[in-house]
């Protein structure tokens, strides 16, 4: 496990660290929603408007898919939960 991963729902499509796989949902760590507005994209405060921002752990069920993250996604993604900025970048978020 440990990889990050993106997960695509109903309801959005979430990149976080996969905590665990179980039947009929995924486990992430840090999870952060995807969220697009033209032509940027960045993550919001967690994974629903009202929730809990930043939430360590989230368990997903109705999952579409389970897929590799993009490398420079999973880049942004561990700034956005660490606040380390990597070497090169080529998306902003």
């Known amino acids: 496990m440990s990889e990050v991963v ?15 796989k179980k039947d009929n949902s995924v486990i992430l760590e840090n999870p952060r929603m995807l969220v697009s507005s033209g032509e940027s994209m960045g ?10 921002s930043n939430p360590e752990l989230c368990e997903f ?10 490398p420079k ?3 942004a993604w ?4 660490t606040g380390i900025t990597t070497a090169k970048q080529d998306i902003i978020v």
Do not use: P
């Not at 069920?61 to 993009?70: G, I, P, R």
């Open 6 to 20: 993106t997960v695509l729902t109903v309801s959005g499509e979430f990149i976080g660290k996969m905590k665990e």
């Open 73 to 75: 996604f999973a880049d």
């Open 61 to 70: 069920h109705n999952v579409v898919l389970v897929t590799e993250t993009d």
């Open 78 to 81: 561990r700034q956005a939960v």
């Open 43 to 52: 993550f919001g405060y967690g994974v629903c408007v009202t929730g809990k």
